[in-house]
């Protein structure tokens, strides 16, 4: 049984500090305690990122996480975990990301901001919340991400996307079977699906068997880490693509959700 580190529970920042979106000496003592090196300039940007969440967050529902602690631990340090499925790729190098269903941009954003010189595209169906990604994008300056307006079902089968990508990466879309058909048609022969997933991750890698089987990937061993607040561990699913996706996947829009293979 995983039993989770000993460590002091994060506590918010005091009622008199000046009002901030981010928490920022959780951010840094948690990033710090992961194996996670920020610099003043990473940090500045995740104080601005927090900043236009919050802000923007009360014209469109983006997220009901907005304490400046919550922020730091579940949007960014989160988010930022998925650098231990990621630890063999070159940060120097041009690797193509895409961020499936990005909601407010999380992983994709942080990872984004970690790694300057990886490529980004921000893939979400919702037109309000791509207008925001894209306005994220603008205001941080990140030259290194696009936001695209897309049914996954429909990028997945488009000629510009279909196995473009070295990764994918996804937190809380999907059960892994319907995952596995929106992430694996984008990812080329080689690279990899990194899914964020909860406690049940063994669960749904197990419902996974034959959707993994069709689609040409192969699961690695779960990646368990703990963050203060939670009481159950989270887990990276990484999943190898081995072989080409046939050309019938991902279905129709709507289709795997309604019918996971």
């Given at each position: 049984m995983i039993e989770p580190p000993t460590e002091p529970p994060i506590e918010p920042a005091p009622n008199d500090a000046p009002a901030a979106a981010l928490d920022i000496a959780v951010l840094r003592d948690l990033?710090?305690?992961r194996g996670i090196a920020l610099t003043d300039a990473h940090v500045a940007l995740f104080?601005?990122?927090?900043?236009?969440?919050?802000a923007y967050n009360q014209r469109v529902n983006l997220t009901r996480i907005t304490a400046p602690a919550?922020?730091?631990?579940?949007?960014?340090?989160?988010?930022l975990m998925g650098l231990r499925a990621l630890n063999d790729l070159d940060p120097e190098k041009p690797v193509r990301f895409v961020d499936v269903g990005s909601g407010a941009g999380f992983p994709g954003l942080p990872l984004a901001i970690l790694r300057p010189h990886w490529r980004f595209t921000l893939i979400e169906a919702t037109g309000k919340v791509v207008t925001?990604?894209?306005?994220?994008?603008?205001?941080l300056g990140l030259t290194n991400v696009t936001a695209l307006h897309a049914r996954v079902e429909d990028a997945g089968r488009s000629r510009e996307l279909r196995e473009r990508f070295d990764v994918a990466v996804a937190r809380g879309l999907a059960a892994l079977p319907v995952l596995l058909e929106y992430t694996l048609p984008l990812v080329a022969v080689g690279g990899r699906v990194v899914a964020y997933k909860g406690?049940?991750?063994?669960?749904?890698?197990?419902?996974?068997?034959?959707?993994?089987?069709?689609?040409?990937?192969?699961?690695?061993?779960?990646?368990?880490?703990?963050?203060?607040?939670?009481?159950r561990p989270r887990h990276l699913v990484v999943v190898d693509k081995r072989r080409p996706t046939p050309r019938t996947y991902p279905r129709k829009a709507g289709t795997p959700g309604r019918t996971p293979l």
């Open positions: 990033a710090a305690a104080v601005s990122l927090a900043a236009e969440l919050v919550d922020i730091a631990v579940q949007h960014i340090v989160d988010s925001y990604l894209q306005h994220v994008v603008d205001a406690a049940d991750a063994d669960a749904e890698v197990a419902a996974s068997v034959n959707a993994l089987s069709i689609l040409g990937g192969r699961s690695r061993p779960r990646i368990a880490y703990f963050l203060p607040g939670l009481d």
